[in-house]
C-alpha cells in the first residue's frame, strides 16, 4: 500500500517538474512574438513618418520655389517702379523749370502791358491838356496862324501815328499774355497728371515692398529649405555653363577640321594644275580654279561678327512685348535677402503678355539641347558671336536653320509651379566668354 503511494507521488513530481520545465519556454515564445510585433509596428511607424517627413520636404521646397519666383518678380518691379519714379520726377523737374519760365515771362508781360496802359493814359489826358474840349479839326482852325495850324496838324498826325502803335503793342502784349496762360494751364494741368502718376507708382512701390517683406521673411522661416533651392539652383547653373563650354569647344573643333580640310583639298588641287618640270613647255591647257569656299565662309564670319559688334546696344531685344528683367548679370548680392549671393551667366526676363521668343540677330543654329531647370535651350551663332535662349517651350526652327533678325524662334515655358511666370533666361558670349547682354540688346 505505502509502494503504491510512494509511486504515486514520484508520477506527481515528474508531472510537476516537466510542466515548469516548459513553462520558460511558452514564455519566451510569447514574449518572441510580442517583440516581432512591436517592431512590425515600429517600421510601420517609421516608414509613415519617412512619407510624411518626405512630403514636408515636397511642400517646403515647392514653397520656397513660389516664394522665390515671387521675389524675384517682386524685386523686378521694385527696379521698375524706381526708374518710372526717377523718370515721373525728372518730367516733374522740367515742368516746374518751364512753368518757373512761363511764370516769369508772364510777370515780364504783365509788367510791360502796365507800362503801356500807363503810357497811353497820360498821353491821352496830354492831348485832352492841350486840345480841351475841341475836336481835332477844330483844334487846328483854332490857329492864329497858318504855321501854327501846320504845326497843330503835323502834331495830330504823329499823335495818331504813336496812338496806332501803341494800340497795336498793347493788341500784341494782351495776346501774348493771352497764350502764356494757356500754356501755363496746360502746364499745370500736366504737372497734376504727373504727380498723380508719381502718387500712384509710390503707393505701388510701397506695396511691392511691403510684400517683399512677407515674403522675406517666410523664406528666413525656412532657412533649410532656401539653402537647398539656393544650392540646386547654382548646380543647375553650373550643369548649363559646363555644356555651353562642352557644346562651344566641339563646334570650334569641328570648324577647325573642316577648315584643314577645306585647305588640304586646296593644296591637292594647286598640285594638280602646276605643272612638273621637265615637262613640255606646252602651255597646260588653262582651268577654272574652284571657288575658295574657305576663304568665302571665313569672310562671311568675319562679316557677321563685325556687324554684329557694330550693333552693340542696338540689338533687337529677345522677348516682343512687355518684359520685366527679374534677375542680372554676374555676381551679385539679392536685393532682399541678407548673406546670399547670385551668380548669373545671362539675365532673366519675365514676359509680360507675349511668351515669343525672337531671334536678336541675323545668324544660325548651332545647337537645341534640353538641360534640367533650363527646359528647352537654343543656341545661334553670329560669327564669333552666340546667343543662347532658355527655359523654352515650343521650339519653330531645328539645328543647321539659318535664322534672321526678329525672327520667332521659340516660346517661354509656363510653370505652374511659379505662379504660371513666363522667364526666358538669355545669355550671350563671344565663343566661350561671358558677355552682359544688358549692355548689347535695347
Not at 8 to 24: E, G, Q, T
Not at 225 to 230: F, H, N, V
Request: a positive charge; glycine letters at 4%; proline letters at 2%.
Amino acid at each position: 500500500m505505502h509502494g503504491k503511494r510512494f509511486a504515486i507521488l514520484l508520477l506527481l513530481k515528474s508531472v510537476i517538474c516537466a510542466a515548469m520545465l516548459m513553462l520558460p519556454a511558452d514564455d519566451l515564445a510569447a514574449k518572441q512574438k510580442r517583440d516581432v510585433n512591436k517592431v512590425r509596428r515600429e517600421q510601420q511607424a517609421t516608414r509613415k513618418e519617412i512619407k510624411e517627413t518626405s512630403r514636408k520636404i515636397t511642400v517646403n521646397t515647392r514653397e520656397t520655389k513660389k516664394q522665390m519666383s515671387r521675389l524675384s518678380t517682386l524685386s523686378g518691379e521694385i527696379t521698375a517702379k524706381n526708374k518710372e519714379i526717377t523718370h515721373i520726377r525728372r518730367g516733374v523737374d522740367s515742368i516746374d523749370a518751364r512753368l518757373s519760365t512761363v511764370n516769369d515771362s508772364i510777370a515780364i508781360l504783365d509788367t510791360r502791358m502796365a507800362a503801356l496802359r500807363d503810357s497811353y493814359i497820360k498821353s491821352l489826358r496830354s492831348i485832352q491838356g492841350t486840345t480841351g474840349n475841341m475836336s481835332q479839326l477844330a483844334f487846328i482852325f483854332a490857329s492864329e496862324s497858318f504855321s501854327e495850324a501846320y504845326r497843330r496838324l503835323r502834331y495830330m498826325q504823329e499823335f495818331s501815328r504813336w496812338s496806332k502803335r501803341k494800340n497795336e503793342e498793347i493788341k500784341h502784349t494782351t495776346t501774348l499774355l493771352a497764350e502764356r496762360r494757356a500754356v501755363l494751364d496746360t502746364m499745370m494741368r500736366s504737372r497734376r497728371r504727373v504727380m498723380a502718376q508719381l502718387t500712384t507708382a509710390q503707393k505701388e512701390l510701397e506695396s511691392a515692398k511691403a510684400e517683399t517683406d512677407k515674403v522675406v521673411a517666410r523664406l528666413k522661416s525656412e532657412g533649410s529649405s532656401l539653402k537647398a533651392y539656393l544650392k540646386e539652383k547654382e548646380q543647375q547653373a553650373r550643369r548649363l555653363d559646363n555644356e555651353l563650354d562642352r557644346l562651344i569647344a566641339e563646334e570650334q573643333r569641328r570648324i577647325e577640321r573642316e577648315r584643314k580640310e577645306q585647305e588640304r583639298k586646296e593644296r591637292e588641287q594647286k598640285k594638280k594644275t602646276t605643272p612638273n618640270k621637265g615637262t613640255s613647255t606646252t602651255p597646260a591647257k588653262k582651268t577654272t580654279p574652284k571657288s575658295d569656299t574657305s576663304t568665302a565662309t571665313a569672310a562671311a564670319d568675319r562679316a557677321l561678327t563685325g556687324s554684329f559688334e557694330s550693333n552693340k546696344g542696338r540689338l533687337l531685344f529677345p522677348v516682343a512685348g512687355k518684359y520685366r528683367i527679374v534677375r542680372g548679370f554676374g555676381r551679385q548680392k539679392h536685393p532682399e535677402l541678407e548673406h546670399v549671393e547670385t551668380d548669373n551667366s545671362g539675365i532673366d526676363i519675365e514676359a509680360i503678355g507675349s511668351r515669343n521668343v525672337r531671334a536678336v540677330f541675323d545668324g544660325k543654329v548651332s545647337a537645341i539641347f534640353r538641360q534640367p531647370g533650363y527646359g528647352n535651350i537654343i543656341m545661334i551663332r553670329h560669327g564669333n558671336y552666340l546667343t543662347i535662349y532658355a527655359n523654352l517651350d515650343g521650339i519653330s526652327v531645328k539645328n543647321g536653320d539659318s535664322v534672321k533678325t526678329g525672327q520667332t524662334i521659340g516660346t517661354i515655358l509656363v510653370d505652374p509651379e511659379e505662379d504660371n511666370r513666363a522667364i526666358l533666361h538669355f545669355e550671350l558670349r563671344k565663343e566661350r566668354t561671358k558677355l552682359n547682354p544688358a549692355l548689347w540688346v535695347r
